[in-house]
């Protein structure tokens, strides 16, 4: 009952009390600094949701890096062909943990209309674990923001 006590009067004087990890994620879920892959259709549905129309700024996800190890968050947006496969997954193991995967269209989850040829992998699950699917050919801004929105709430429960 002491402790009940000492929270009730800390709450009193406007100090909260948590968990360290919790706030860790609840600052790693509003700051993902994306890198993007990109293929056929689904990249041009990724720059219109950066741009003025859309803004995903005002959701705190405006930072595109071009660097592997200032990134946290690989969107992969359409296929990955088996030629591009090493290098998809070399940028995966130069980007520092915690990292996350955004699966963006049918291409990226299923390989889309190109499964059957020899070419595209049958989607990114086949090398990387994906932590959020955002389905679609090709996905809407809209689509990508509620993928977005699924990641931010997985991290903050610490679902990664």
Known sequence: MALDKDVELLSKNNVLVTAFEKIWN???????????????????ELMAAGAARFDMARYGYEVIRAVPRQADLLTIAGPITVKMKPVVERVWAQMPEPKWVLAMGNCAISGGPFRDGYSVLPGTDSILKVDVYVPG???????LF?????LKRKVEEGQY
Do not use: D, T
């Open 146 to 150: 509620h993928g977005l929105l699924e």
């Open 26 to 44: 609840w600052g790693r879920a509003r700051s993902f600094w994306a890198l993007n892959y990109g293929c056929n259709c689904c990249p041009i």
């Open 137 to 143: 050919c090709p996905v809407r801004p809209e689509a």
